[in-house]
């Protein structure tokens, strides 16, 4: 079953986070500015992380927190 059938189905956020942390890990290269690199090297010596791991817990938040929002106005507008 795909991400978009799984939020179609109004899945909770715990299992919506299971989701998207399983599977194979693969290389991404992104670019961006380097003030946005320094503040996040200071940013993962502060939390005693890996650069990987605060843009994972980043990005999966941000998925979260966003198809809750669109499944809560699909709901309201049902």
Do not use: F, W
């Amino acid at each position: 079953m795909g991400y978009t059938e799984l939020v179609g189905r109004g899945i909770s956020a715990t299992d919506l986070r299971k989701h998207l942390t399983g599977g194979d890990t693969v290389a991404v290269t992104a670019r961006i500015p380097a003030n946005l690199r320094d503040s996040a090297k200071e940013e993962i010596v502060l939390r005693g992380t890996t650069i990987s791991a605060l843009l994972r817990e980043c990005l999966i938040d941000e998925t979260v927190r966003q198809d809750r929002q669109l499944i809560a106005y699909a709901h309201l507008r049902g």
